[in-house]
Structure formats: structure tokens, C-alpha cells
């Protein structure tokens, strides 16, 4: 009859050399390398393309005291002045209501639609109804959008007047959701967070069980290695890596779309 090995000698055998471990432990640490300086270089390309965006300034013509005309940076115009919307069109800095003429608008920056909108003068509002941008859409010219050209009769200019500038435009509002997202109730997150919290305790068990019963058969060192082996077994280091790495190469697709 054969004598069970004692544990000593299962240990050894199963036991793993450096060299063993050198080469998967130095692939999880430049894959996981990689996946960092991937997402730093993604994540400063997305502020940038969110700063120009939200960034946009340029001369336009404005009606103040009267009928002098100025010309003075867009970041300046506060609600109440009244622009001058050229012939040839310009891409709008803020929200504004059209008093004169008519206007042809490509609101794809917004709303994806590809065809352009004609704008109409606002109609005469009485001292009980209330502007509202949403309620007079017809007749707004909204901040990010781009007038192709204008319309008007006679000797008459087209004139909108600054309704909303800033973050209080519609793209300011849109930056800004970008900016500060709402947190998001996802039953799937919840349930991810529950999953990976199992996946935690599981893994610290087996850890603490590993060290305790092999403290005294291999030593302290190698039974809290052999822990942190049954750690990378539970949750394996690589997965992070490989999901931003993942992701990388699928924006990079959709881009070239």
C-alpha cells in the first residue's frame, strides 16, 4: 500500500521557480503600463476637443444706444444687445431671437439633423406670454449653430437679440451635462459593484486561509506569495488592462467611420 505525500512534498512539487512567474508578471505590467498612458493620452485628447468646443470667440456686429454700430468680441455680448447677422452668415455665439428677416441655419451641431432650418422673425408677444427658447424654436437662433445665410426686404438688416450667452445656452448647457454627467442608477452597475465586492471577499479568504495553512510548511514569505497567487487567480490583474486596451481600439474604429 502506497503512503499518502505529506504536505511538504505536494508543495514543493507545486511550488512555482521565479522564472516561472517572471514573464507572465512582466506582460501584466507593460500591458498594464499601456493601458495607462493610453487612457491619459484619450482622456487629455477628449478635454481638448472639450475646451475648443466650449471655447469660441470672434468679432461680431452689434446694435447699442440706438443705431450705433460696434464691432466687439463675442465673449462680450451680454443679453438685451441686439447682433447684426451678415448676409453671408456666421456661426452664432449665444442664443438669440430673431426680430428682422429670416435666416437658413444648419442646427447639426446640435440636434444631428442634417437639413438646414429657416429661421422666422419672432412674432409680436403681448405682455402675458413669456420667451422661452424652447417654446419659440422657429424663431431662436441657438449658440453653436452655424447661419448659412440671411434674408431681409428692402433696405432693412436681419437682427436678433442676445437672448442666453455662456453656459446658459443651449451648447453651454450641452458642454456642461458633458463636463458634470448626472450619476447614472444602473441596476447593471449596482450588480457589478455587488460582483466584484464578491469576487473581493472570496479572493481574502483564500488568502488568509493560503497564509495560515502554509505559514509554518514553507514560511511566512512564500505562503503570503502564494496568497497574492490565489488573489491573481480570483480577479485576474490583466482584466483592466485588456478591457481599456479594448476600448482604445474600438473609439479608434469608430473614429475612422
Known amino acids: 500500500m502506497t503512503s499518502l505525500p505529506d504536505m511538504t512534498s505536494l508543495l514543493d512539487m507545486t511550488s512555482l521557480t521565479s522564472h516561472d512567474v517572471l514573464f507572465p508578471s512582466a506582460s501584466i505590467f507593460v500591458l498594464s503600463t499601456i493601458s495607462v498612458i493610453f487612457s491619459l493620452v484619450q482622456t487629455r485628447k477628449n478635454m481638448e476637443q472639450l475646451r475648443s468646443m466650449a471655447r469660441h470667440s470672434s468679432m461680431v456686429t452689434v446694435l447699442r444706444e440706438g443705431l450705433e454700430i460696434q464691432n466687439i468680441p463675442s465673449d462680450t455680448l451680454v443679453p438685451g444687445d441686439v447682433l447684426v447677422i451678415p448676409c453671408t452668415g456666421m456661426a452664432m455665439p449665444c ?53 448659412i445665410q440671411t434674408r431681409f426686404y428692402a433696405n432693412s438688416r436681419v437682427l436678433a437679440v442676445v437672448v442666453t450667452t455662456a453656459f446658459a445656452t443651449a451648447r453651454g448647457r450641452m458642454v456642461r451635462s458633458i463636463m458634470y454627467p448626472k450619476p447614472l442608477d444602473l441596476k447593471f452597475y449596482a450588480d457589478s459593484i455587488k460582483f466584484m465586492c464578491g469576487l473581493a471577499c472570496v479572493a481574502s479568504i483564500g488568502f488568509v486561509y493560503t497564509c495560515v495553512l502554509q505559514a509554518e510548511a514553507i514560511g511566512v514569505w512564500h505562503s503570503i506569495v502564494r496568497g497574492l ?18 476600448t482604445v481600439y474600438a473609439l479608434q474604429r469608430l473614429r475612422k467611420k
Request: charged share 10%.
Open 95 to 147: 442664443d438669440a431671437a430673431l426680430l428682422t428677416g429670416t435666416a437658413v441655419v444648419n442646427e447639426s451641431s446640435l440636434t444631428g439633423e442634417s437639413s438646414p432650418l429657416t429661421k422666422t422673425p419672432l412674432p409680436h408677444l403681448n405682455q402675458n406670454t413669456q420667451y422661452q427658447p424652447a417654446r419659440f424654436k422657429p424663431h431662436t437662433l441657438f449658440g453653436g449653430t452655424e447661419v
Open 229 to 246: 497567487d490565489v488573489v491573481t487567480t480570483v480577479v485576474p490583474p490583466a482584466l483592466p488592462a485588456a478591457l481599456t486596451v479594448g
